[in-house]
């Protein structure tokens, strides 16, 4: 059994301890320096959370049913606020700073699968009549200036080229068309004589390549609380294929990251970076 030495003070054998015990001031930078990184990176992630929710969305354009005012492989960033982002997880929405008008570009969860985004331009908003005869759009009667068209066929279609179909032809017209058995069910709902009738809080879009795009003539009306947002501006275009952004397989989808490495800058379409809408 040890025995305490009488030439030891009790109050500096104390003091030692503590001494041991307590941290060194590198032990304390270094915890308070970990804590700072954490806490930096919970700020950025939330920060990016809101911008993301309520500010803007990066997306990119995988079709071509809106060229030439939108390419293929064009990267755009999405005005959110414009329309009331909704809250994450809630039925609430911020209140819109704008409504959406007739010829606005417009973001939106396509109706027939919300988990898709799809970017199309605003032909007729609630209460409009529209017509479509060899190709040209009318709105109320009116014809609709579009100097932004772009047709690939002179041949005319019905359904795609004279809109709305008469409803003893709807049953006739092919399913590969694309139109939707949804639609093709409702679609008698709203035509009259003078054209098809948009409810209020719907919107009818069309793509502006106007021979290649499926759109609320294929599948019916838009519903105003589906706009996500409209396209700000392209902040990078990269010329590939619509069958590259699309596919959906890991080993394809590895082989195209690969390729736009190799091709970044000879691919890039640098004049389109920038551009506003």
């Not at 139109?179 to 069309?206: C, K, Q, S, T």
């Not at 392209?234 to 590259?244: L, Q, T």
Request: charged letters at 25%; aromatic letters at 12%; hydrophobic letters at 40%.
């Amino acid at each position: 059994m040890e025995t305490p030495d009488p030439t030891l003070n009790p109050e500096e054998t104390a003091r030692e301890g503590e001494a041991l015990s307590a941290p060194t001031p590198r032990k304390r930078a270094r915890r308070e320096g970990a804590w700072e990184t954490v806490r930096s990176l919970l700020v950025v992630l939330a920060g990016v959370f809101c911008i993301r929710t309520f500010i803007g969305e990066a997306t990119v354009i995988p079709t071509g049913s809106m060229e030439q005012t939108i390419l293929i492989g064009d990267h755009v960033f999405l005005n959110k606020l414009l329309y009331g982002p909704r809250l994450p997880y809630t039925g609430l929405r911020v209140p819109p700073i704008k409504t959406v008008r007739r010829g606005d570009i417009v973001a939106f969860r396509y109706p027939r699968n919300p988990s898709v985004m799809f970017v199309k331009r605003v032909i007729a908003t609630g209460s409009d009549v529209v017509r479509i005869e060899n190709k040209k759009a009318f709105v109320n009667g009116q014809p609709l200036k579009e100097p932004y068209l772009q047709f690939q066929s002179s041949t005319v279609f019905p359904l795609r080229d004279n809109f709305p179909p008469a409803v003893s032809q709807l049953e006739t017209l092919p399913a590969a068309w694309g139109l939707d058995p949804g639609w093709a069910r409702e679609m008698p709902n709203f035509i009259r004589e003078d054209g098809l009738h948009v409810p209020p809080g719907y919107l009818f879009v069309m793509g502006d390549n106007r021979d290649n795009s499926l759109d609320s003539r294929f599948w019916g009306f838009v519903p105003e609380t589906a706009v996500v947002g409209e396209p700000l501006f392209i902040y990078w275009s990269y010329d590939a294929p619509s069958h590259d952004w699309t596919n959906e397989g890991w080993v394809a989808r590895a082989k195209f990251d690969l390729s736009i490495l190799w091709n970044f800058i000879r691919r890039t379409r640098w004049s389109r970076t920038g551009k506003f809408f």
